[in-house]
């Protein structure tokens, strides 16, 4: 296993890292002996960063990562998250500490290293395309969430803080400017990489303005959600196991997930003798981007941590793959019917 620096965290952080959340499964559904038995491979395996959430399994996730590392004691770097509601914002401090605390009782421990807030956000709430979105003055504002936030590590009880990528690009590129968050959780897979990539005129998808480059001009560290495009990604194979028996609907507009089955079915070309699957096609591409610290996959069985943690200190895809993906990206995959949420 490789490692790369959180930002200006400092932290060492594996390059893959457990995501603990519904689509996998493994936290959320899987019994006792099989969550013990993955967590102690994963770290085994140099799987040093777990990432759960209060909304995982409605809190599961969460209380039973903590029971496991209870019993294993293993030394990992934990991160977990906030999210509110219309009335959490009447209190916001006192929202996040409930919040927090009973994150903190289930993962039965003292201060977590990372907490990200949960929303989406946009320039000012509730945008048509982001329902149930923060406000800028929300994260940013005078005693906002940003400010909640710096109290709380200044109490001891969390580390550094963070926010999940997701929502209106230019609100995302105001709260990566304004310096005062440690690390973004960032939408990057080989469906979508407007985060990381320049993106071609023909793209059609959300293009998230390459979000990833932006944070780390500020020194931010990076972690990549959805590499599988909420499971789009990895096929029927990977809904096996504890997967979620249910698809997610989109986080992005133009992101449902029967038209990007359909985009996923035109990267068999990535497949070569060192990649045996799309799965590690799209853990690899990832790792490409330099500024990227860890690539969050979510797991439904042992196989699967296996085969992720396969891919760390592997070599680039081809140039001629990236040339071709440019080319996809470009025709939008063929122009399949996109919808927005």
Request: aromatic share 6%; glycine share 12%; with cysteine.
């Amino acid at each position: 296993m490789n490692y790369r620096t959180l930002g200006r965290t400092g932290l060492q952080v594996s390059e893959i890292g457990f995501g603990c959340g519904n689509i996998g499964g493994l936290l959320d559904r899987g019994t006792h002996e099989d969550q013990v038995i993955a967590v102690n491979r994963a770290q085994q395996l140099g799987i040093n960063y777990f990432d759960t959430a209060p909304v995982y399994g409605d809190g599961k996730s969460e209380l039973n990562l903590g029971r496991v590392l209870a019993g294993l004691k293993p030394n990992v770097i934990l991160a977990t998250k906030v999210r509110l509601v219309a009335d959490d914002l009447k209190d916001v401090r006192s929202a996040i500490k409930r919040s927090l605390e009973t994150s903190l009782s289930r993962l039965r421990r003292d201060y977590v290293d990372v907490l990200q807030l949960h929303n989406q956000i946009s320039v000012k709430r509730d945008q048509p395309n982001w329902p149930d979105s923060l406000g800028l003055m929300d994260v940013l504002g005078r005693n906002g969430i940003a400010d909640v936030f710096e109290n709380l590590r200044s109490e001891g009880l969390i580390r550094f803080f963070g926010f999940t990528g997701l929502g209106e690009t230019s609100a995302l590129q105001q709260v990566i400017d304004s310096g005062h968050f440690d690390v973004v959780q960032a939408y990057y897979n080989l469906l979508n990489p407007s985060a990381g990539v320049a993106m071609p005129p023909g793209f059609g998808g959300h293009n998230f303005g390459q979000l990833i480059d932006r944070a780390m001009g500020q020194n931010m560290g990076v972690v990549v959600i959805r590499v599988m495009a909420g499971g789009a990604l990895g096929g029927e194979k990977a809904r096996t196991g504890y997967a979620s028996p249910t698809v997610d609907g989109p986080i992005v507009p133009a992101g449902d997930y029967q038209p990007d089955q359909a985009r996923a079915r035109k990267l068999d070309f990535l497949l070569a003798r060192d990649v045996g699957s799309l799965p590690q096609a799209s853990v690899r591409f990832a790792l490409m981007h330099p500024s990227v610290s860890t690539v969050l996959v979510g797991f439904s069985n042992l196989n699967q941590v296996e085969e992720a943690a396969g891919c760390s200190g592997k070599a680039p895809l081809p140039k001629t793959a990236i040339e071709h993906l440019m080319e996809l990206w470009d025709t939008d995959f063929g122009r399949q019917q996109l919808s927005t949420r």
